[in-house]
């Protein structure tokens, strides 16, 4: 019935299956049923909690993470053509200049926009 040398497989995808739904179903038979008032508060490290739990931001917190973001998976991408950097070839290497000319303009964008500014 299975096509030879895929039965590994079969049982790896059984247990990644098996697994999760597993502990999500004993998750649920072991959960406390009954609420209770305490259940509602907000956890603050055992100080009792002051004022409402809903605050606002500004966007600059989240543009400021944006931007780290995309410098961060700037280099899991470096990484690697690094590594094979030798075997690449020179088109290789004209690519990654594109890649991090187009990072560092939008880092300069960022910058004259004040998007990097923490106050």
Known sequence: MLMPGYGPLVIMLIFAVLVPVSALVISRILQPRH???VKYTTYECGVEPVGGA?????????????VFLIFDIE?????PWAVAFRQLGS????EMFLFLTILILGLIYAWRKGD???V
């Not at 809903?54 to 400021?64: E, I």
């Not at 280099?75 to 990484?79: A, D, G, K």
């Not at 088109?91 to 004209?94: I, K, P, Q, R």
């Open 75 to 79: 280099t899991v991408f470096l990484y």
């Open 54 to 66: 809903w605050v606002q931001y500004t966007v600059r917190y989240y543009l400021f993470a944006l």
């Open 35 to 37: 609420a209770t008032p």
């Open 116 to 118: 990097l500014e923490w």
């Open 91 to 94: 088109f290789a290497v004209l």
